[in-house]
């Protein structure tokens, strides 16, 4: 199993990026997939998630800036991050949740915010 982010970079406060995450040898569909954030000296964060029937929860500090979505047919799973702020920036991590056994993490995209 391999997932791989994209996307990430830096951008502006008020601007917006949109991270993308490939799955291989895993059928996102099935599962409950999902964006967590670390930031330097801080513990890994859950940002939002979305569940093998389509349902979303996402971090207080994200709702209504933040989106996420999946399209099946690409195995993809996406972020869209809109109004941007500087406390967004961190590693962004991909995640798929893994029914025998650890979840499955990618390696990770940075996120910068700033002017």
């Known amino acids: 199993v391999q997932l791989v982010e994209s996307g990430g970079g830096l951008a502006q406060p008020g601007g917006s990026l949109r991270l993308s995450c490939a799955a291989s040898?895993?059928?996102?569909?099935?599962?409950?997939v999902g964006w967590y954030r670390q930031a330097p000296g801080k513990q890994r964060e859950l940002v939002a998630t979305?569940?093998?029937?389509?349902?979303?929860n996402y971090a207080d500090s994200v709702k209504g800036r933040f989106t996420i979505d999946r399209d099946n047919a690409k195995n993809t799973v996406y972020l869209q991050m809109n109004s941007l702020k500087p406390e967004d920036t961190a590693v962004y991590y991909c995640?798929?949740?893994?029914?025998?056994?650890?979840?499955?993490w990618g390696q990770g995209t940075q996120v910068t915010v700033s002017s």
């Open positions: 995640n798929s949740e893994n029914p025998v056994g650890p979840d499955y």
């Open positions: 040898g895993i059928i996102f569909s099935a599962y409950r």
């Open positions: 979305i569940t093998r029937l389509g349902a979303t």
